[in-house]
């Protein structure tokens, strides 16, 4: 790699070069052409040297940078791999504590398992010992029934005339068990029917409860059905009078009308009998009263007139 102050030299060389040549082009302006021509090859000689020294220079630079780029990627390359074995060596690590905890919290699990078991066991221990101990003491308590139990036996196998059939204490134990069940089976059927009993009783007060409530139903529908019947039976009365009322006067009415068409027959045949207006034989009634009218007021009329006319006149 080339010193890091060559660039400054080479620059420095560079405006010393630049410098020189100006003035030497100053003075060749007044050379020869041909002298001006030579000089002007031996500048393009120099400054192709220039180049070439600068090209070779920035081959060397570029060498360089090339060396250091190959480096950089080698250690780059070293430094990812390290990096993934420190990741691997870390996830190595995380799966160890986790599985080192996941032991530690089943040992602990196991642990509390355990204790459980022997508190469990302890327990059952101690239970066992007052059982054994309660058995011993009931035992011992036994003892003389043991001994009466013997002493039966004995008396009963002594004693010929004795018909029980004992001949082993167990034989009085078993006759003593199937009495105690044929006890117990009695008192279990006694409580059996008394529950029976009871549920029959229940059911009987609820049946008689429950028809009385039915027979207050009927008899408060009976009254109600009652007081509607009795409420029917006066408005039919009341209707029944109603309609007497109606027909008698319908029939009042009939016989008013009777009595009416009948003296407007007879005064219509009157009229026509004395009028001098030659009214048609008519059925109507109303058309009858109205012929009657107009001859009353006719004839009215006439007497009016002749009052007028004779003021003296008396009827």
Do not use: W
């Not at 052409?33 to 500048?43: D, I, S, V």
């Not at 780059?76 to 032991?103: I, P, S, T, W, Y």
């Not at 309660?134 to 004693?159: C, Q, W």
Request: charged share 35%; aromatic share 4%.
């Amino acid at each position: 790699m080339p010193p890091p102050g060559g660039e400054a030299d080479s620059s420095s060389r560079d405006a010393s070069a630049s410098t020189s040549s100006a003035a030497h082009a100053l003075v060749l302006e007044h050379v020869h052409p041909a002298t001006r021509l030579m000089e002007k090859r031996r500048q393009t000689f120099e400054a192709q040297a220039q180049l070439d020294a600068q090209r070779a220079a920035f081959e060397e630079k570029e060498k360089g940078f090339a060396e250091r780029e190959a480096i950089i990627k080698r250690k780059d390359l070293e430094l990812q791999e390290n990096l993934v074995r420190f990741g691997k060596f870390l996830q190595e690590n995380d799966g160890k504590r986790a599985r080192a905890k996941r032991r530690a919290a089943d040992e602990a699990q196991s642990r509390l398992r355990k204790e459980a078991e022997i508190e469990t066991l302890a327990e059952r221990l101690r239970a066992a010992r007052v059982r054994d101990e309660t058995a011993s003491a009931e035992v011992s308590k036994n003892a003389r029934y043991a001994s009466y139990l013997e002493s039966v036996l004995e008396h009963v196998s002594g004693d010929p005339e004795a018909l029980s059939g004992f001949t082993e204490v167990e034989d009085i134990l078993a006759r003593h068990a199937t009495l105690a069940a044929t006890n117990a089976d009695l008192i279990r059927a006694h409580r059996s029917f008394a529950n029976e009993s009871e549920r029959v009783r229940a059911e009987t007060a609820a049946y008689v409860e429950e028809k009385k409530d039915e027979a207050l139903t009927l008899n408060n529908e009976i009254a109600r059905l009652k007081k509607t019947l009795e409420h029917t039976t006066l408005l039919k009365q009341e209707t029944a009078r109603a309609r007497d009322g109606k027909l008698k006067t319908e029939a009042t009415r009939k016989m008013e009308h009777g009595r009416v068409c009948f003296a407007t027959e007879h005064l219509f045949r009157r009229v026509r009998s004395r009028s001098a207006v030659k009214y048609a034989a008519d059925d109507n009634p109303l058309e009858r009263l109205r012929v009657i009218g107009e001859y009353m007021s006719d004839l009215d009329a006439i007497v009016k007139q002749r009052h007028k006319e004779n003021p003296g006149l008396t009827d």
